[in-house]
């Protein structure tokens, strides 16, 4: 576009005395010498104010350049690639950005159509794109694919924006190392996953063929336990007993997390009386709780259904865990269950289990880890107490896959308070007689 400057004063004057010479009706000859003067002075005063005019035009003139040039400054040094475009699809203008993501000169963009550096499956895709930030007189966003003269090739994000005069542009950034990027971390998270599920099935493999022999062990152990026996030989069958079924304990929660982990974990969906698989499970624990002296208690609030559907296996092992660790970290005092309804609909019900205690608790910077595999409260729980810390991570995801989720509250020396929801459904009896 062609700069128009303003004229100057002496440009100005000529052109005013060629007017005046070769126009003989400026001044009419019935003009007096007073009148003459008169419109000399007026001419004179308005010559002072166009030249006033002009210096300001000119000194606007030179804001412009210097804009001028500051806003092509920034168009070419700024990090992202900008594009002009006319109606036929042709660049018109193109920053330095630009040309570098493309790997050419910056006019060897100019009048060229954007498809020759567009690959083929994103060429029709490019022009939809466009149509559609002038449909919606607004800036549209897309990733595309373009190519270089060299072969090679670019992802961009790229945002389209409409102009006056059918002229659109577009700004582009390369994210080719950002999706090189992504590819990378999402092969490597495919490796890890494959990574882990074979260390699932190594372990549930492993765990399943040492539980065999082990059982037979148990088994002779057992038959040994009633023959005639010394006392000493009596204590040690007793310890072989005792270590063998802690042995298979362990074995079956690195069973059971193996096949967690690996999406393998039977859900056995029945029927089921609530309130009695509360009490043979409290039955299973009193022994324990009364060798130690410590009062086990259940409630289970009037609201809660008697007949429930789900996983009662699965509810079991969750309760006989937590329950099982109060006795085992509650050296004097009471344990408590209580269950409640905490929401219902037409096909379920939500449960809430707490089990309290007045244990020894747990540390306030261990709370948010003790639900990890491995994690036991402080280095010397396993010492004292014995234990994997497999337990509550088992719950934890038991929890889930039953709709759930678990959570403690805890103050070392005061007790913990272990809750957890599980979503269970009415039972098919009842659902029948609904409908």
Sequence with gaps: MTKRRPVSPDDMRRRAEELFRTSESLIPETTTPEETRHLLHELRVHQIQLEMQNEELRSIQDELDVSQARYFDLYDLAPIGYLTFGEPGLIREANLAAANMFGVARDKLIKQPIKRFLCKDDQDFFYQHRQQAFTSS???????????????????????????GGEFWIALIDISERKRAEDELLQ?????ETANIAKS??????????RTPMNGILGM???????????????????AMDSGSKLVA????????AKIEAGAIEMVIADFDLPLMIAETNSILLC????????????????????VRGDAGRLRQILTNL??????FTPQGSITLQIQKESEDALSTTLRFAVSDSGIGIASDKLEHIFE???????????TYGGSGLGLSICKRLAALMGGAIGVESAEGKGSTFCFTVVVGKPVGELCTQY
Aim: glycine content about 4%; proline content about 6%.
């Design 250 to 257: 362990l074995l079956n929660d690195i069973l059971d997390l």
């Design 188 to 192: 490597a998270k495919a490796a890890a």
């Design 221 to 239: 152990v057992q038959l040994l336990r009633h023959t005639k026996l010394t006392p000493e030989q009596r204590e040690f069958t007793e310890i």
């Design 323 to 328: 329950v099982g660790n109060a006795v085992k």
């Design 138 to 164: 607004g800036p549209q966003v897309a990733e595309m694919l373009f190519k270089r003269p060299d072969g090679s090739s670019f992802r961009a994000h790229v945002q389209a924006t409409p102009a006056a």
């Design 288 to 307: 324990q709780s009364r060798e130690k002296e410590v009062r086990l208690t259940s409630a289970i609030d009037a609201e809660v259904p008697t007949v």
């Design 201 to 210: 099935q190594f372990l549930s493999i492993m765990s399943h063929e040492i």
């Design 373 to 383: 595999p491995f994690t036991q409260a402080n280095g010397t729980t396993t010492r």
